[in-house]
């Protein structure tokens, strides 16, 4: 497959309450492991860029799955996701990578898959909704992000918005399932999904 499964995980979950959204059970299993089992099916390996303070909970969480996992630290925690992004592409080791936001364990594999297909000489494939793109639900060519994530950073820009004007972006409007896209990032949406199938089709 060439490709790296990205787990963007370091956040302070501050709308999540005072527990850790990772390690939220939906279905029995932590976000996190949906998470990482949903990235094993298109990638060949998966790093997940988390706090030095969360690893040991999360490497727990994820016990006893057959899944190549490796540690992107935070050396400075709390820069957001622009910087754990950049963290995680500077531990890959293939030319894609494929990443998503610890909160969407619906995310589906085949249209992961079908990203992966439709990279061809772009830096990245991003869907794009009306609230706007998805970057922590994409796939980009590893070298030239994580660069522009670090002429971006050093530009003193922390968002992931800014670091897609800096590349080649094939915006994908279509083909990508609402459910797919869902954040679980509130424990009201958690309840939801767990109660209801809460998230969008």
């Given at each position: 497959?060439?490709?790296?499964?990205v787990?963007?995980?370091?956040?302070?979950?501050?709308?999540?309450?005072d527990?850790?959204?990772?390690?939220?059970?939906?279905?029995?299993?932590?976000?996190?492991?949906?998470?990482?089992?949903?990235?094993?099916?298109?990638?060949?390996?998966?790093?997940v860029?988390?706090?030095?303070?969360?690893?040991?909970?999360?490497?727990?969480?994820?016990?006893?799955?057959?899944?190549?996992?490796?540690?992107?630290?935070?050396?400075?925690?709390?820069?957001?996701?622009?910087?754990?992004?950049?963290?995680?592409?500077?531990?890959?080791?293939?030319?894609?990578?494929?990443?998503?936001?610890?909160?969407?364990?619906?995310?589906?594999?085949?249209?992961?898959?079908?990203?992966?297909?439709?990279?061809?000489?772009?830096?990245?494939?991003?869907?794009?909704?009306?609230?706007?793109?998805?970057?922590?639900?994409?796939?980009?060519?590893?070298?030239?992000?994580l660069?522009?994530?670090?002429?971006?950073?050093?530009?003193?820009?922390?968002?992931?918005?800014?670091?897609?004007?800096?590349?080649?972006?094939?915006?994908?409007?279509?083909?990508?399932?609402?459910?797919?896209?869902?954040?679980?990032?509130?424990?009201?949406?958690?309840?939801?999904?767990?109660?209801?199938?809460?998230?969008?089709?």
């Open positions: 497959m060439n490709a790296t499964g787990v963007v995980a370091g956040g302070r979950s501050t709308r999540f309450g527990r850790e959204k990772a390690l939220a059970e939906l279905d029995g299993r932590p976000m996190l492991a949906h998470v990482v089992a949903t990235l094993s099916a298109v990638a060949d390996s998966v790093v860029n988390c706090r030095p303070d969360q690893r040991a909970a999360f490497a727990d969480a994820l016990a006893g799955y057959d899944t190549d996992i490796a540690w992107a630290l935070d050396e400075r925690p709390d820069e957001g996701p622009l910087a754990g992004l950049a963290t995680a592409l500077a531990a890959a080791d293939t030319d894609r990578a494929v990443v998503l936001g610890c909160d969407m364990p619906l995310a589906d594999a085949a249209t992961l898959g079908t990203l992966l297909d439709r990279l061809g000489d772009h830096d990245a494939v991003v869907p794009r909704t009306d609230g706007g793109p998805e970057p922590l639900h994409a796939v980009y060519r590893v070298e030239p992000t660069s522009a994530a670090r002429a971006t950073l050093g530009d003193g820009e922390r968002s992931l918005r800014a670091l897609l004007d800096g590349l080649d972006v094939n915006y994908v409007e279509e083909t990508v399932p609402a459910r797919s896209l869902t954040s679980i990032d509130t424990e009201a949406r958690l309840r939801a999904v767990q109660t209801d199938g809460g998230a969008p089709e």
